[in-house]
């Protein structure tokens, strides 16, 4: 069964420092993968994805993130993080494999990040 | 660009009522979404469709109803509201080949 894990509910960083958030996945099919992230009271917007290629991808406002087959995870970081970093963050999981449903996707139970200034 | 719109922001609706969430999308994808989220739960899809007239349930399809008549509308319809259905719903769209998700700001429903 298709399921996404996101081992940490909420995360408690200070400002400037560090930041991984972490997710694990199990699914049968060549996956494809996404982070999220909504700010109170929106939608969820895309933060940065991997399809296939090179297993660092980069996404929008410095964050990045790294697939590893070997370990089925795809590990969120941040070098520096900023206070208005602080939102739910969100894995998910879809198939790659032709005759999918695009988009169909199975997300995780989000992370909340706050920020200490 | 407007995006993903939908209507109504917020909803209370008495047990047994019936009501439509509207979802619009302006950017001409064929593939559409209802998601559902509860607090701690993410997000869990209700239905989808693929195109004008195709649509298919989700992992929680009970007690929701869709149609896809135009590729822009995709409504959800709650027919006998029951406090289970106490979320936000969320519709989202998306393009072929794997493009992502684009997500409108969502409908928060408290059914009392």
């Known amino acids: 069964a298709q399921s996404v894990t996101q081992p940490d509910i909420h995360i408690t960083v200070s400002e400037g420092a560090s930041l991984e958030l972490r997710c694990n996945y199990s699914y049968g099919a060549t996956p494809y993968l996404f982070w999220y992230v909504q700010s109170p009271g929106q939608g969820l917007q895309l933060l940065l994805k991997?399809?296939?290629?090179?297993?660092l991808v980069q996404g929008i406002k410095g964050f990045e993130a790294e697939f590893k087959r070997s370990q089925s995870s795809f590990n969120l970081r941040k070098p520096s993080v900023h206070w208005s970093d602080a939102a739910e963050y969100f894995c998910a999981v879809g198939s790659a494999d032709r005759g999918s449903t695009l988009g169909r996707l199975y997300f995780g139970r989000g992370t909340q990040l706050t920020v200490w200034p | 660009n407007a995006g993903v719109t939908q209507t109504p922001k917020f909803r209370i609706l008495k047990i047994g009522q019936s009501m439509t969430l509207q979802c619009t999308q302006d950017?001409?994808?064929?593939?559409m979404y209802w998601y559902r989220q509860d607090p701690g739960m993410g997000l869990k899809l209700i239905y989808y469709s693929v195109g004008a007239g195709i649509t298919d349930k989700g992992e929680v399809p009970n007690g929701y109803n869709v149609s896809r008549s135009t590729t822009e509308d995709f409504p959800l319809r709650l027919e006998l509201a029951a406090p289970s259905q106490t979320s936000v719903y969320f519709c989202?769209?998306?393009?072929?080949?794997?493009?992502?998700?684009?997500f409108g700001n969502g409908t928060r429903l408290t059914v009392t």
């Open positions: 989202a769209s998306s393009g072929a080949g794997g493009s992502p998700l684009h």
């Open positions: 991997y399809f296939s290629g090179d297993t």
């Open positions: 950017m001409n994808h064929n593939y």
